[in-house]
């Protein structure tokens, strides 16, 4: 009995990243404080060779006007080695390009790390075919595990 509700308990899981991945969004549970997912993220991302351009707070922006925001950080990074390929498929991709990871805590206090689906992103802009979107796919999901690996 405990295995069976183990097992419908990662499958609920799993339809829900599915789900969320299915509206261009992939979204990954975080063991971390929202800080330290960013953190080991962003060192990921460094490690592998890819630029980062910008790490926003967008709590500390809250509260600079007087709001309160949960733990909430964007990280835009990215590699023309990467993007410039998925470009060549349709140059629009460009508008979603660097690449951008968010996580944030939510009302429960569960940390979440995500990105925008490169196949999504694919179709968005016509181009559902296009190769590059798969390794940019690959190249996020080892990022995301990375980074919320205990």
């Keep these: 009995m405990r295995f069976t509700s183990t097992l419908a308990g990662l499958a609920l899981s799993l339809a829900a990243t599915l789900a969320t991945a299915a509206d261009g969004l992939v ?42 925001l949960r733990p909430t950080e964007v990280l835009i990074f990215g590699n023309p080695q990467g993007g410039t390929p998925f470009m060549e498929c349709a140059q629009s991709v460009g508008i979603d390009l660097p690449l951008k990871a968010l996580v944030w805590e939510d009302a429960a206090s569960q940390v979440w790390l995500g990105y925008n689906d490169p196949d999504y992103l694919a179709k968005r802009h016509g181009v559902a075919t296009c190769p590059a979107a798969a390794g940019i796919a690959k190249a996020l999901a080892g990022l995301g595990e990375a980074a919320v690996a205990k």
């Design 27 to 68: 979204a990954i549970k975080s063991p971390y404080t929202a800080k330290e997912t960013m953190d080991r993220f962003e060192a990921t991302a460094k490690q592998r060779g890819l630029s980062v351009f910008a790490r926003i707070d967008h709590a500390a922006g809250a509260a600079r006007v007087g709001k309160t």
